[in-house]
């Protein structure tokens, strides 16, 4: 008996297995042409003055508000190319290849791309 309990039980959990993506549920995905999204369809940004690998974020102040940070789940890991950086507010923010991903505040649906080259140092974030 306990062996057909056991049975049963991987067998339930291999199943549960099977749907599961591997991939969090907060972090980016690529669209067709490329660009990185955050879990709602909006694209994602990369901002020039952001030293990639640092670990840091350099939009603070105004700058956050204009370019909201792609924000982590607290229950969410690194995986692969997606690092986790802390901001100097303490909040958790994702980055890819050590650049940290924002949202543009002015990208009102899915697929808008309008912060691409604002400023000269906002780009989409590619992989």
Not at 30 to 44: H, N
Not at 81 to 89: E, K, P, Q, S, V
Request: proline share 6%; hydrophobic share 35%.
């Amino acid at each position: 008996m306990k062996l057909l309990s056991a049975s049963i039980l991987a067998a339930a959990l291999l199943a549960g297995c099977g749907s599961m993506s591997g991939k969090a549920p907060d972090t980016p995905t690529r669209t067709a042409d490329g660009v990185l999204i955050g879990p709602t369809g909006m694209t994602l940004y990369t901002f020039d003055r952001d030293v990639v690998g640092s670990g840091k974020s350099a939009c603070n102040g105004p700058c956050i508000t204009a370019w909201p940070a792609l924000k982590v789940a607290d229950t969410a890991k690194p995986m692969g190319a997606y690092t986790i950086i802390t901001r100097d507010d303490g909040t958790k923010q994702w980055a890819y290849k050590g650049a940290p991903l924002y949202y543009w505040s002015k990208d009102t649906k899915a697929g808008d791309k309008t912060g691409d080259g604002v400023n000269g140092v906002w780009k989409l974030a590619r992989p």
